[in-house]
C-alpha cells in the first residue's frame, strides 16, 4: 500500500511558476510509474503528464510540452512537476497517481488527494 500527498499548489500570476510535489508513504514509489492528473471547474480530468518507474520515459499532453517537466527522486521518495509559463487555463485541482502496471490512464490505482493551482490574468 502506497499513500500519496501533493503539495506545492498555489496562486500565481500568468507567466508564472510553480513546482508541485508528491510526496509517498508507506511503499517505495521506485516500483510505480506515476502520473500527474488535473481537473479544471465543468471539465473532464486531464491526463498531463507521466514518467516511469525508473524516469527513463515520459509523457507530456500537448497543451503542456515544453512548459511542464515530471520528475522523480526516489531516494526521496518524491515525484514532482515543475510548471513554467503558467496560463489562466492551467487553473485546476492537480493529483497526483501512481501505477504498478502501466501509465495507459486507467492504469493507475492510487491518488493523492489534490492541490489547487490557480492562475491569474
Known amino acids: 500500500q502506497v499513500q500519496l500527498v501533493e503539495s506545492g499548489g498555489g496562486l500565481v500570476q500568468a507567466g508564472g511558476s510553480l513546482r508541485l510535489s508528491c510526496a509517498a508513504s508507506g511503499r517505495t514509489l521506485s516500483i510505480y510509474a506515476m502520473g500527474w492528473f488535473r481537473q479544471a471547474p465543468g471539465k473532464d480530468r486531464e491526463y498531463v503528464a507521466a514518467?516511469?518507474?525508473?524516469?527513463?520515459?515520459?509523457y507530456y499532453v500537448d497543451s503542456v510540452k515544453g512548459r511542464f517537466t515530471i520528475s522523480r527522486d526516489n531516494a526521496k521518495n518524491t515525484m514532482y512537476l515543475q510548471m513554467n509559463s503558467l496560463q489562466p487555463e492551467d487553473t485546476a485541482v492537480y493529483y497526483c497517481?501512481?501505477?504498478?502496471?502501466?501509465?495507459?490512464?486507467?492504469?493507475?490505482?492510487?491518488w493523492g488527494q489534490g492541490t489547487q493551482v490557480t492562475v491569474s490574468s
Open positions: 514518467i516511469t518507474a525508473s524516469g527513463g520515459n515520459r
Open positions: 497517481a501512481a501505477s504498478r502496471t502501466g501509465w495507459s490512464r486507467s492504469q493507475y490505482d492510487v
